[in-house]
């Protein structure tokens, strides 16, 4: 087994982390969370799913209407393929709590898939495993959900990841189910409401393989709004009609229909940055 390197830090991971043997949750520092990772092998996969290898699924044994499962072999039978699963499992749950894979053991398991814990491929991954909580998976949500994938080993889980990641990029419907989920996985405990800190995070890491025109100005127009601390789940998920409604520019923004009045704030703040009247220096 690979171990994880000297040094590496859950600081990086795109969240709070669960501690060893507790429930609480803490949430990471966002000025310390890096970009999200751009590998070679990232950007080959994407161009292999972009261009050619197209939506029909063919190519990655993937329906692309939901159907995620695939079957993984290197073993006699599913019986076989089940105590692979558990040890797999048992190879990174906590040693306190034993029913959970916590923060150490994420940052181990992401370790061996090679890929860092801010990659949006961890993130798609974590969808397909139904996790409720960053950098913690539940016993049954890692089993579940490798039964679902029909993987059982980290080459099953390194394989399944493009697949995963072409079902989002060809289907609106699962897109849209795992841009709301993505809400949810964000949450502090007990709050209602994402902190304006992990939506500044998460919103350009789930658009990572295709970046809609209007994210970054929403995103400066965030950062300079002093007044906006959170934001609510209803203007989370109106965010995605109007990247799908308003076109590149906003011209068919029509404040007169029913967007959240953060929208409004934001049109009006961009239009007039594009006229030049307001600078990217001033806050709001």
Known sequence: MTTAPPGASMGNCISRCCTSGSSTRHRSNPAKLAAPTNSRQHAYERNRILNGQNCNGANDGLNVTGDVSATEGGVGNEAEAERALLDLYDRYKDTEDI???LADGC???????????DDFRVLVLAHALNASSMCCFTKAEFLNGGRKLGVHSIGGFKSVIPSLINNLICDKISFKIFYKWTFSYGL????RSLSIE????LWPLIFTENEPAILKPWLLFLEKSSSVRAIARDTWDMFLNLVEQVGDDLSAYDESEAWPSLFDDFVEWENDRKNQNVSEDVQI
Not at 107 to 117: G, I, Q, S, V
Not at 198 to 201: H, I, K, N, Q, T
């Open 198 to 201: 992990m939506a500044l995070v």
């Open 107 to 117: 940052e181990r398991l992401c370790f061996d898939l090679d890929l860092k814990p």
């Open 188 to 191: 502090e405990s007990g709050q």
């Open 99 to 101: 029913n959970c894979i």
